[in-house]
């Protein structure tokens, strides 16, 4: 069974970067879009990045516009999450998600929807302090 597994959380100060990765276990697969979230202690789980995985196209939240980047690197299969200029407003669970699926979902994944994801991975914890 694929999984998805994050790397790279951590406690910095604001001001500072940190780049998550994320990368599956088990078999090789392919997905048409990975996606990054975030959720925060009583708050529900937002939309971060997207790619796709054949072109590259990004997609982000307005939160993070000009902060964050997401890249992939397809030998690896891996994505990263580039984040700069952290704010303690940044603090949240972040996880990795993949559009396995494609089709109709492809849009809805971009767009920042989860229902659209079908592979997450258990999170990394990224704090901010002020």
């Known amino acids: 069974q694929v999984q998805l597994v994050e790397s790279g959380g951590g406690l910095v100060q604001a001001g500072d970067s940190l780049r998550l990765s994320c990368a599956p276990s088990?078999?090789?697969?392919?997905?048409?879009?990975m996606g990054w979230f975030r959720q925060a202690p009583g708050k529900e789980r937002e939309f971060v990045a997207a790619?796709?995985?054949?072109?590259?196209?990004?997609y982000f939240a307005n939160s993070v516009k000009g902060r964050f980047t997401i890249s992939r690197d397809n030998a690896k299969n891996t994505v990263y999450l580039q984040m700069n200029s952290l704010k303690p407003e940044d603090t949240a669970a972040y996880y990795c998600?993949?559009?396995?699926?494609?089709?109709?979902?492809?849009?809805?994944?971009?767009?920042?929807?989860?229902?659209?994801?079908?592979?997450w991975g258990q999170g990394t914890q990224v704090t901010v302090s002020s």
């Open positions: 998600a993949g559009d396995g699926r494609g089709r109709t979902y492809y849009d809805r994944a971009v767009a920042g929807d989860p229902k659209a994801y079908d592979y």
């Open positions: 088990g078999r090789t697969f392919s997905m048409y879009a």
């Open positions: 790619i796709t995985w054949r072109r590259g196209n990004t």
